[in-house]
């Protein structure tokens, strides 16, 4: 099953609508109801502690009979996690997230980004999206899709990732580690439409930038050549 959640962050774009009417289950994540009202649908879950969505569109969504999660203040998971639990919980395998990527608050942003590491979501092909990114978890083997001259940077969620092999990668890994507080896995680039990581242990963030106008979908350089 197919979950997308719409964050409030900022989008950096428009929401494609025709990826948020095909998934079954959308979830918006406090103000990320506003962003999916902007484009003419309604969520089937809203959650949060309505902090950032307009009262209009809070209200409007309840009296619709939207399934609404009102979260406390005062918690131990941000919006967005709850939102992740609720759709792994109604039987997502996979999980497009939109508006955890952009402003205004950083810590939001690197809190999003581990939660890709979480043990239950071990399972579950989650996707972090905006007009730029796609990012997600290798998970030992991931097919990355794209345009030749898309820049692709892995990164470490653990102290050291080993035996990764890249194919279609303009800067080759054969076997080799990349480890945490260096640079080297930044800014490598798709050759062609398709490329390829396997890794052994350890965790690895793949990031793909490419320019794009609508969210949709889903510095270093010493690499091995």
């Known amino acids: 099953m197919h979950a997308v959640i ?39 879950l809203l959650v949060g502690d309505m902090d950032s969505v307009a009262e209009s569109t809070w209200r409007a969504l309840e009296a619709e009979g939207v399934e609404t999660h009102v979260l406390p203040v005062e918690k131990d998971e941000t919006d967005t996690e709850v939102a992740l639990r609720l759709a792994v919980d109604r039987g997502a395998d996979r999980i497009t997230l939109l508006g955890a990527l952009g402003g205004p608050r950083l810590d939001h942003l690197v809190a999003g980004l581990l939660l890709l590491a979480a043990d239950w979501l071990e399972h579950v092909d989650v996707r972090m999206v905006d007009g730029s990114h796609e990012v997600r978890l290798a998970r030992n083997d991931v097919a ?61 963030l793949v990031i793909v930038h490419r320019p794009e106008d609508i969210v949709h979908h889903p510095e270093g350089e010493s690499h091995d050549r």
């Open 6 to 44: 719409v964050g409030g962050a900022t989008l950096g774009g428009p929401l494609d609508p025709t990826l948020l009417a095909s998934a079954d289950l959308l979830i918006a994540a406090d103000s990320g109801a506003d962003a999916i009202r902007a484009v003419g649908l309604r969520p089937h």
């Open 144 to 204: 990355i899709e794209g345009e030749p001259g898309d820049i692709v940077s892995l990164l470490p969620l653990t102290p050291s990732v080993h035996d990764i092999d890249t194919e279609g990668l303009r800067y080759p890994l054969r076997g080799g580690s990349l480890h945490q507080g260096a640079a080297r896995g930044v800014s490598n680039e798709l050759l062609d439409r398709h490329a390829r990581v396997r890794h052994g242990e350890g965790r690895l």
